[in-house]
């Protein structure tokens, strides 16, 4: 996706007022995959100097709330935002550098891993997702330390 129009097409299907700040933050996501709310802030103020901080937080709150996009946040790291939804996919986080990536989901369909309890419900929970993070190294960190410099 990488038209204004089709962010405000994605805002009216999902009952949202379209306003210059939802598109502009829903383009910084669409853009900047795993971001933090500084890096989306930042990128939105290139195109809305005046937007404040408060605002990026507000519009991210709503495109979450109607499933727009997704918040992920690592053991230890701060929320960052994907446009990736839906799809019941993980994560694998590089130890070192801290980068994310995605990872299609390891076995079958959403929740993706199934419970103790064949019927999916876990004392009355009706599971619709599985959250998976794997940890290591990326690419380039390995090749760091196997080097002999540190990432």
């Known amino acids: 996706m990488s038209s204004g129009s089709g962010f405000a097409d994605l805002l009216r299907d999902a009952a949202l007022r379209v306003t210059r700040p939802r598109i502009a933050v829903l383009e910084a996501v669409h ?33 979450t709330a109607v499933g727009l996009v997704r918040r992920i946040q690592p ?52 599971l619709d997702e599985a959250e998976v993070i794997y940890w290591g190294l990326c690419p380039d960190c390995s090749t760091s330390i196997t080097s002999g410099s540190r990432p």
């Open 31 to 63: 853009l900047h995959p795993h971001a933090d709310t500084e890096t989306l802030f930042t990128a939105v103020r290139t195109d809305l100097p005046d937007v404040s901080r408060q605002a990026v937080y507000d519009v991210l709150n709503a495109l």
């Open 75 to 126: 053991s230890g790291s701060v929320a960052r935002y994907e446009s990736r939804v839906g799809d019941n996919h993980h994560h694998v986080v590089c130890r070192s550098c801290g980068v994310i990536a995605d990872i299609d989901c390891a076995v079958g369909e959403a929740p993706c891993l199934t419970p103790s309890d064949a019927e999916g419900r876990l004392d009355g929970y009706v």
